[in-house]
């Protein structure tokens, strides 16, 4: 059963979260055994809202914040129970104060904190799981925090730098079919009664503009059933595997955009790769564990062709120079480490070049795009223009 708590220490300092009990009095027993004073037991197994997901979720920066601080704490000396009940208290969504809650729960009963956190795999991916596991194994939980944090923060950072460089195109375009629709829909047929009414000659231009008004009026509920089977039938296709590959392939292919999505995934890889691998992950298994963080159906066939060249006695360097997906200072720099036995340290150091490289390619993006946005919409506001002032131009020259 699960019980919702609100108890008080003898100073007087309130403390609530979850835990799980058979009965109320059970979890009132555990509270006074924990030297709290309960104050309120609630069952929360029949509520409604117990059901549904998560409002809000848990973002990335709450993952960071949790990390780092445990990572602290723990290299400050205090014990892991300790620490999270003090990060319970600190996280300011409680989404997260309630997951770290139910971890502490699992911990005091023996599980490890790389066993606890497994039951939310929404919130830590397997990859964050497994480096827990190999720092608890390795007795430097802390340090390996540290370095998780530090890669969630990278990550984090690399996305968002991404996103920046898309964001002011897809507002654009947004705009543009804003404003096209409502040209469409409420302005030409207005303009259009004008002309038929006034009997005056259309140039091309209007003859086109009206014609696509006029068809998106008469038909637009088939347009909108055609436009949603569309959008349906393309989500359901580039789920299976044959349309992923496609979408993936041709992503990586786009002019300029390719070599960014190429970049930002080869940064990511090494990132990560270098992470599991610092923090003693078997070779093979951290190579597996990558492939599933690339978001692209191509490099994660390739990673995993990799990892299985590995287990056949191949060198990491080797095996990836048979695939052209990876750049040939990424496969030196492998080799490299591998010869110098500091494998995660280049591959650190090949995910920070490839950040800088997309960073330097946003740059260029965000830069050259302007120009080229600015030529795009002053080709479509001229067609309208020409479209809608031509004939009223014809007009007051036939009456002059």
């Known amino acids: 059963m699960r019980l919702r708590y609100k108890a008080a220490t003898k100073e007087g300092t309130l403390s609530q979260g979850l835990l799980d009990a058979k009965d109320i009095s059970e979890a009132a027993g555990y509270l006074r055994a924990k030297k709290l004073i309960p104050i309120q037991i609630t069952r929360i197994d029949n509520q409604i809202w117990n059901n549904l997901p998560m ?25 892991l129970m300790r620490s999270l009940d003090i990060l319970k208290d600190q996280m300011q969504n409680p989404n997260m104060s309630e997951i770290v809650t139910t971890v502490i729960s699992d911990v005091e009963e023996g599980k490890t904190l790389a066993q606890a956190i497994e039951k939310h795999p929404k919130v830590f991916t397997p990859i964050y799981i497994s480096i827990i596991r190999a720092g608890e194994e390795s007795g430097l939980l802390d340090k390996v925090l540290s370095r998780l944090a530090d890669n969630l923060e990278k990550q984090a950072k690399l996305r968002s730098t991404i996103k920046s460089a898309l964001m002011y195109p897809v507002i654009v375009v947004i705009l543009m079919v804003v404003v096209m629709v409502v040209m469409m829909v409420f ?54 595997l044959d349309g992923r590959l496609v979408i993936d392939t041709i992503l990586l292919k786009l002019p300029v955009f390719g070599k960014l999505i190429s970049k930002s995934i080869l940064a990511e890889f090494a990132r990560t790769l270098g992470l599991l691998v610092g923090t003693g992950t078997l070779v093979v298994q951290a190579l597996i564990e990558t492939s599933d963080t690339t978001g692209n159906v191509n490099y994660r066939d390739a990673i995993v062709g990799v990892s299985k060249q590995v287990e056949k006695g191949v060198t990491i360097g080797d095996a990836m120079a048979y695939y052209p997906l990876f750049p040939s200072l990424l496969i030196q720099l492998v080799k490299i480490g591998e010869q110098t036995g500091k494998v995660d340290e280049t591959l650190n150091k090949a995910s920070e070049y490839f950040e800088r490289e997309v960073n330097e390619t946003v740059k260029t993006l965000t830069t050259a795009m302007e120009p080229f946005i600015m030529i795009i919409l002053g ?19 036939s009456i002059q």
Do not use: C, E, H
Not at 193 to 212: D, E, K
Not at 379 to 397: E, K
């Open 55 to 79: 409002i809000g979720g848990v973002k990335n920066s709450d993952l960071v914040l949790f990390t780092r601080q445990l990572s602290s704490m723990l290299s400050s000396g205090l014990t």
């Open 187 to 240: 302005v030409m047929p207005t303009l259009s009664a004008l002309y038929v009414n006034l009997n005056v000659p259309l140039p091309l231009p209007t003859q086109i503009v009206m014609g696509i008004s006029n068809g998106i009026i008469t038909f637009w509920p088939i347009v909108l059933v055609a436009l949603v089977l569309v959008i349906f039938g393309y989500r359901k296709w580039s789920r299976t």
């Open 379 to 397: 080709i479509g506001v001229a067609f309208l223009i020409i479209s809608v002032i031509t004939p009223i131009y014809s007009l007051i020259s």
